[in-house]
């Protein structure tokens, strides 16, 4: 038998790999955890501005008011509450501001408009902090402006506060948000 060449570990060869492996996988996993919240928040933006861009070109294109209001059930306008929930984008003709589709028709029961989009917003964990002016609605005219309705949209994380942001102003044409226009995240 002394013929034959000996393989595998010995054991302390064995547990110095062990180590090596529990040394890497403890500062690799926060690091990995910021960086799927990271694109959770990246992802979450580019869901807003999606909706927004679309409540914003139908509104230009079809003369008529919309309005992108914040939404618990996908079916009415929170009156409480956070972006993070949800929202829908709605047509506004009588200006009401708000909607409710208890009929599940896609149409808004007073007022007539059409339920032209609705999201259930980001993943579990991210939250959407806005400033007053925007907290329940953000209304685009027929021209596609949004005026008494600019602001600001946060998207903050668990882990790291504010990631993403969005800017809207009175011209309708938003914007990210640089680092110092983020608002404060609970």
Same mark, same amino acid.
């Given at each position: 038998?002394?013929?034959?060449?000996?393989?595998?570990?010995?054991?302390?060869?064995?547990?110095?790999?062990?180590?090596?492996?529990?040394?890497?996988?403890?500062?690799?996993?926060?690091?990995?955890?910021?960086?799927?919240?990271?694109?959770?928040?990246?992802?979450?933006?580019?869901?807003?501005?999606?909706?927004?861009?679309?409540?914003?070109?139908?509104?230009?294109?079809?003369?008529?008011?919309?309005?992108?209001?914040?939404?618990?059930?996908?079916?009415?306008?929170?009156?409480?509450?956070?972006?993070?929930?949800?929202?829908?984008?709605?047509?506004?003709?009588?200006?009401?501001?708000?909607?409710?589709?208890?009929?599940?028709?896609?149409?808004?029961?007073?007022?007539?408009?059409?339920?032209?989009?609705?999201?259930?917003?980001?993943?579990?964990?991210?939250?959407?902090?806005?400033?007053?002016? @925007?907290?329940? &609605?953000? #209304?685009?005219?027929?021209? *596609?402006?949004?005026?008494?309705? /600019? =602001? !600001? $949209?946060? @998207?903050?994380? &668990?882990? #790291?506060?504010?990631?993403? *942001?969005?800017?809207?102003?009175? /011209? =309708? !044409? $938003?914007?990210?948000?640089?680092?110092?226009?983020?608002?404060?995240?609970?």
């Amino acid at each position: 038998m002394s013929g034959y060449p000996r393989s595998g570990f010995t054991l302390v060869e064995a547990m110095i790999v062990l180590a090596l492996i529990a040394i890497t996988v403890f500062f690799a996993v926060p690091g990995f955890g910021r960086l799927i919240e990271s694109h959770a928040a990246y992802a979450a933006n580019h869901q807003l501005i999606t909706s927004l861009n679309l409540a914003r070109h139908h509104a230009l294109e079809n003369n008529i008011p919309v309005v992108s209001c914040r939404s618990r059930t996908q079916r009415a306008c929170a009156s409480s509450g956070r972006w993070n929930r949800g929202w829908i984008i709605f047509e506004d003709p009588q200006g009401l501001n708000n909607c409710q589709d208890s009929d599940g028709d896609s149409r808004c029961d007073s007022g007539g408009g059409r339920i032209l989009h609705r999201s259930t917003g980001p993943e579990d964990g991210l939250v959407i902090v806005t400033n007053n002016n @925007i907290r329940n &609605r953000v #209304r685009f005219n027929a021209q *596609g402006m949004t005026p008494g309705y /600019t =602001g !600001r $949209f946060t @998207i903050c994380g &668990r882990r #790291r506060g504010p990631l993403r *942001g969005i800017v809207v102003p009175q /011209t =309708g !044409r $938003f914007r990210p948000a640089r680092p110092g226009e983020l608002l404060s995240c609970p």
